[in-house]
């Protein structure tokens, strides 16, 4: 019922960028958050920065001043700007949506299959 489609992982050196985005697709649910989290190798998954549907943001203190997290309300979609990339940003980037389906009160999460972000020269 509900599929969260990530895209815009890959490979870049030290110091670039990418763009991640994340769609959730279906119906009948609204979204109250959603985000992205990571997981290197051997290391707990942990969130990277989140984003309401009223645009309020919380970004983990390793990625403050360097990278944006925005939406886009009317598609379902979670955008993750990163900037000034360093090789400890190497993980597995997981989407995470919080939603309500209209028939209920109670919110549940979904997660992305997660895209890979390699950073390395």
């Known amino acids: 019922q509900v599929q969260l489609v990530e895209s815009g992982g890959g490979l870049v050196q030290p110091g670039g960028s990418l763009r991640l985005s994340c769609a959730a697709s279906?119906?009948?649910?609204?979204?109250?958050?959603m985000g992205w989290y990571r997981q290197a190798p051997e290391k707990q998954r942990e969130l990277v920065a989140t984003?309401?549907?009223?645009?309020?943001?919380i970004y983990a203190d390793s990625v403050k001043g360097r990278w944006t997290i925005s939406r886009d309300n009317a598609k379902n979609t979670v955008y993750l700007q990163m900037n000034s990339l360093k090789a400890e940003d190497t993980a597995v980037y997981y989407c995470?949506?919080?939603?309500?389906?209209?028939?209920?009160?109670?919110?549940?999460?979904?997660w992305g299959q997660g895209t890979q972000v390699t950073v390395s020269s």
């Open positions: 279906g119906s009948l649910f609204s979204i109250n958050a």
């Open positions: 995470k949506a919080r939603l309500r389906f209209y028939s209920g009160v109670s919110e549940y999460d979904y």
């Open positions: 984003i309401t549907s009223g645009g309020s943001t």
